[in-house]
């Protein structure tokens, strides 16, 4: 998690500039707030970062992903594709705002593949939530192919991508409207936080409107302002939009860092046959927090996790059991836990969660080990690393299954 690695004084202060007046809300009282506007600057750093026309900043980034896919215009009962490996909040958003996710295949990119989404194209296909994972990004040019031919509308959840680009353009920026989130574990934190991007100034305005229960946010007096819309409350306070301000900023000096880390790990670890790697659409792009080992298969991969378990390796993921992360562990989706009924339960859900056949995305997963990249790390500690990893893989490869 590089953005806390870094967590000091330029936080602090952006902190103490809203302690100083108080003013803990992110909009009006001009007076009071002293020139002191947060979340409006952490939206125009993004906006810097990334290109996108506009930027707006939430509570989270599970919030941000539902508002981008409510702005662009899924609602109940339409079809959404959606990856099987993911952080389970991009389901989440498209089962909270009425819509139906459906499963399909993931390839090596570690991310939808433009070939696993037209195989699960539907006549009620309205749109994909297209997830960029790890740290890396989809194949776009495949992708837009696809959207384009069946004119779907393309959502992002870049939550774990924030500063990742594919041929010069920011992986959330493709679609209609995309997301990043800052929370804890990301590559800038807000400690809560997450942000809505789109270049469509009406989707943006809706967006808007829409996290702040209608407001248009227009005039000074918030109790008078219009309301095109109903919404709901996914408001980020001043105090979180101003860690993630100092945060932001410091993204390209973490890339940097990740990315030459990442590069030193790789070229000692591929000296060691049968490791290989993820497939990073555009190298340029990376992000680089994770490094994403494959393995030659899952059992291999699962005794290279017992070995470096053994030796007191950590800093890893082994996705394949996440509760989280991937789809063999969501009983809870499988057998539709929820708290109170869904729209997706009310329209009937056409896939049967609990026999997906998705043998691309069981095989790619199964043999993913994902290294956190730290941005801190000396070359020392990442030579010692390298090391560790490579003898665990080598004693798990030893062993014929
Ligand atoms: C972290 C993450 C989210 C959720 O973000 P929160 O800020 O924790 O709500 C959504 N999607 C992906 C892919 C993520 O990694």
Known sequence: ????????????????????????????????????????????????????????????GSAAIAIALAAAGIGAGDEVICPP??????????????????????????????????????????????????????????????????????????????????????????GATGSYSFDFFKIATAGEGGIFVTNDEEIYKLADAYSDHGHNHVGNNRGMEQHPVLGFNYRISELHAAVALAQTRKVPQIREANRRNKKMLQDILSQTEGISFAHVADPDGDSATFLNMMLPDIETAKRTVDEMNKAGVGGFNYWYTNMYHFINQWDHLKNMQTVSKLPAEAFGIPQDYKNLHLPKTQEVIGRLVSFVIRCTWTEDEMKALAEKIATCAKAAMLVTA
């Open 85 to 174: 490996f993911t952080f389970i909040a991009s389901v989440e958003a498209v089962l909270w705002v009425g819509a139906i996710p459906v499963f399909a295949e993931i390839d090596e990119t570690l991310c939808l593949s433009a070939e696993g989404i037209e195989k699960a194209i539907t006549p009620k296909t309205k749109g994909v939530c297209l997830v960029h994972m790890c740290g890396g990004m989809a194949d776009m040019d495949s992708i837009m192919k696809v959207v384009n031919d069946y004119n779907l509308i393309l959502v992002e959840d870049a939550g774990q991508a924030f500063s990742a680009s594919y041929k010069g353009t920011s992986v959330g920026l493709f």
């Open 1 to 60: 998690m590089p953005g806390t690695e870094l967590f000091g004084n330029e936080e602090r202060k952006e902190i103490n500039d809203v302690l100083e007046t108080g003013m803990l809300f992110r909009y009006n009282n001009e007076q009071q707030r002293n020139g002191i506007w947060k979340a409006r600057d952490f939206e125009a750093e993004v906006r810097k970062i990334t290109g996108a026309k506009y930027a707006h900043a939430v509570s989270n």
